[in-house]
């Protein structure tokens, strides 16, 4: 069935450093791919998404990028400070109503 | 000016209770969901309702049981509480349509504990 495979689990940087985090879908048929950020307590949030017919996005410190080929696509964070530590979802959809995440990956930038 | 809001925030309640958690949006949006957070974070789906029909149900045992009386409402009543209910709860929404996935906006999320 469809799944969304996402790595690491947790991840912890130095303020000022990179964070890439790693996921795989299994449905060919996806096409659209969000990344969501949830804080301590709070709603998941949407940071950025692509769409399949794109290879890169950029958002000021963050980029997505996609290889339909291989099926995953990663989440680039540059430059990382204090507020960007909170746990980061990937997900992927074919248009159907259904997201399916990823399970998570716990962020830590330490200060 | 809350864009998807659910109620209520915490629920505490014994095994076997019957509860409701209540979602509206004012986004205008077409399509509404509900998803279970368990401890470990894992997010799943669990029914998808677009203009106040179901669309997507994820095995999702029969004691749960969404209503959406509007295309702005989407509530859920669970039976028979056990356990393993216990999680946080999202509702969220979004202008779905035929031609794909847009961003889903979530509600604030109803902890439910159960004794």
């Known amino acids: 069935g469809e799944n969304v495979e996402q790595h690491p689990s947790t991840l912890s940087v130095q303020e000022g450093d990179s964070a890439v985090i790693k996921c795989t879908y299994s449905d060919s048929a996806s096409n659209y791919f969000p990344w969501y950020k949830q804080e301590l307590g709070k709603r998941p949030q949407l940071i950025i998404d692509?769409?399949?017919?794109?290879g890169e996005k950029k958002d000021q410190r963050i980029a997505v990028t996609l290889n339909k080929t291989a099926k995953h696509f990663s989440l680039h964070i540059t430059e990382t400070q204090p507020e960007d530590s909170a746990v980061y979802f990937c997900?992927?959809?074919?248009?159907?109503?259904?997201?399916?995440f990823g399970s998570g990956t716990r962020l830590l930038v330490r200060p | 000016d809350t864009a998807v809001s659910q109620t209520p925030k915490y629920l505490v309640t014994q095994m076997g209770n019957d509860k409701s958690i209540k979602c509206e949006q004012n986004?205008?949006?077409?399509?509404m969901y509900w998803y279970k957070q368990d401890s470990k974070k894992f997010l799943k789906i669990m029914f998808s309702?677009?203009?106040?029909?179901?669309?997507i149900n994820e095995t999702v045992p029969n004691r749960f049981s969404p209503k959406s009386p509007d295309k702005a409402h989407l509530n859920l009543h669970i039976n028979s509480l056990e356990l393993g209910d216990s999680a946080v709860y999202f509702c969220?929404?979004?202008?779905?349509?035929?031609?794909?996935?847009?961003?889903?906006?979530f509600g604030p999320g109803t902890r439910l504990t159960v004794l």
């Open positions: 997900a992927a959809s074919r248009g159907s109503y259904k997201l399916i």
């Open positions: 986004l205008g949006h077409d399509t």
């Open positions: 969220a929404s979004s202008q779905d349509g035929a031609g794909g996935s847009n961003e889903q906006f």
């Open positions: 692509i769409r399949s017919n794109v």
């Open positions: 309702y677009n203009n106040k029909e179901l669309i």
